[in-house]
């Protein structure tokens, strides 16, 4: 059983940034893709951000040019920066992981808040 845990939400001003941590525990098979997802109330919950194993990355519209995501596969962590946060960017931030053999496993989120 995989279980990724998130850290780094929080409460901060507009224009400024976080660093969101997921780290993913207890994997017995290698994980491919590393997702970061979002949640506000009322809303669907929208992809914002994933890597694979490789490297690759896709970057939801919306927040290119502001957020990265990164990984390290030593330590099956994915970190998501996020910088000039818009009041927009509020919501629970939610990390996927989905293994080699298809298996995919959500984190409890975190929640930032962008607000003055």
């Known amino acids: 059983q995989v279980q990724p845990v998130e850290s780094g939400g929080g409460l901060v001003q507009p224009g400024g940034s976080l660093r969101l941590s997921c780290a993913a525990s207890?994997?017995?098979?290698?994980?491919?893709?590393m997702d970061w997802y979002r949640q506000a109330p009322g809303n669907k919950r929208e992809l914002v951000a994933s890597?694979?194993?490789?490297?690759?990355?896709n970057t939801a519209d919306s927040v290119k040019g502001r957020f990265t995501i990164s990984r390290d596969n030593a330590m099956n962590t994915v970190y998501l920066q996020m910088n000039t946060l818009k009041p927009e960017d509020t919501a629970v931030y939610y990390c996927?992981?989905?293994?080699?053999?298809?298996?995919?496993?959500w984190g409890r989120g975190t929640q930032v808040t962008v607000s003055s």
């Open positions: 207890g994997s017995r098979f290698a994980i491919d893709s």
């Open positions: 890597i694979t194993w490789r490297g690759r990355t």
């Open positions: 996927r992981v989905v293994t080699f053999t298809g298996d995919q496993y």
